[in-house]
């Protein structure tokens, strides 16, 4: 028995679904919403259009398209209500001004049934997607702006918040060296065929006579049910013509917690190989999808078991596998790396700290020792690995900003938190990792604190405990000092002031000094005191002070 969670209202419901419809709740027949309580329900489908539809405003929301997906004899199906908007009723106006037929089309459609409100509305029509585009602006008032992409035949058209692209139905062919295909016109269902994934194949009528229907030849709506990527034709066929697709099948799984069909899956295998031919932009945008994706562990494992990910990101399947030696195995760090991804992931959004929990063990396998007496280790693995992150950017096209300089600041910062768990960790070792991690102390602590783990409960138990130590103290020492944007009350321009010298290497050599000395506890940071440091350390270095100070 299959059902929805939905948190908001805390209910869970199924439908089984033959000849009748059954809504429980735990195992029971009852159904809870935070207002209603009522008691076993049995409905045959004609009850349901004629008592439940009417009343979704007090039942869960989502529970009758839940319905429809849970009833595999429920046909045709109709969501005439779902397109009761402004926009949809417009698109059909100017179709039927135009004499063709208008359908909305692909993720849209896919979205609307998975209640995953999308904003980009995607219409293909049987003649021209730019004339009807035109149309619909018209219609729509004059300050409606239309983007015409000639060359691909398509048009956009921002209305509000909505993008909307028009396109003409259409029948591709394509060429081995390339992605991009020859197209020609064709009917919706050439235009259906063409798309990657059944689930992506599906359309809903803007005809007056069937206004709301839904169309779909290659059964998607089944695999939705079935939580199913699937192509609409022989899988070879689709990966092979454009195969960015492959990555797209392993981006929408793991976004949407579905499977790969087994003959799809068996198709990424074979023809992983081209994803050369598609742009490295591309490739990354959707990995960055899948990073993005919860758990993201999911689709690196399908990016791994494809083969996918030793062509797109070979550094990280270095990591996999285990090896022993005189009885020692090290943790398996592939493994190890989509766990700590997980836990992060479980904190924060932030794709950049979902790269540095990626990242962050990269060079374990250049700097991987057995050491009789310590077992395995990974000596310098974190600088080596900072050192790796600009050329690991720089090959996906990913940019070399400052999300760069974070990534590779947290990979080589990961260690230091948690090797300040000692009991004689002293003030200054705290204040130094607070100053150079500056304001991204709280990520690089949720990327440490995800990268406690282990098989062992009992030790992550204790590293827990020890890290919230540290954290305790992190937070005592920014509060006395405020080390976050921390700077000198001194800087280099009163240094050459004090000494009447120009930019140079004693400037560089005091600063250093009184940057040490703070960061020791030795100094407050007061102006009279540093001048008074500076001087010293001037002195010391054979300078004089400046007389008309
Ligand atoms: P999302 O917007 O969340 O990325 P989507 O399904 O809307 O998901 P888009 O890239 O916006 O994806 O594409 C819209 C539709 O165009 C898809 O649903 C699919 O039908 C079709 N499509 C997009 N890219 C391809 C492709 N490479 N091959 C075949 N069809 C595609
Ligand atoms: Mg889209």
Redo the contacts with the bound molecule.
Sequence with gaps: MRGINQQSLRIKVSFLCETEVEVGISGQCYLYTNTYFLPSFHFNLPTINAFLLPHTSFLAPHLFLESYLNCPNFAPMNLAAELDTSIFHLISEASQKLNLKSYV????V??LLLKRY?K?I?IVCAGSGIRLAEEVARMNGRDTSVTVFKNFGTAMLKIGDTEIEFVGARKESYRRES?KPIVEDGTLEDDQL????TI??LALSLNKENYGELIDPFDGVKDLKKKLIKTPQDPDVTFSD?P??MM?AIR?AS?LGFDINPESFDSIQKNKERIDIVSKERVTDELN?IILSNPPSYGFKLLFYSGLLEIILPEMVKLHGVETIEGKSHKDNFFHTLQVLDNVSKESDNLWLRWAAILHDIAKPQTKRFEPKHGWTFHGHEDLGAKMVPQIFSKLKLPLNEKMQFVKKLVRLHLRPIALVKDDVTDSAIRRLLFEAGEDIEDLMRLCNADITSKNYDRVKRYMANFRKVEKKMQEIEEKDKLRNFRPALDGEDIMKIFNIPPGREVGVIKNEIKEALLDGLVPNEYGTLYQYAVNVGKKLGLTVNSKN
């Design positions: 089309i692909g993720g849209y896919r979205d999308s980009d995607d992605r063409r798309r990657d994934f992506n194949a454009d960015l697709r797209r929408f976004q999808k």
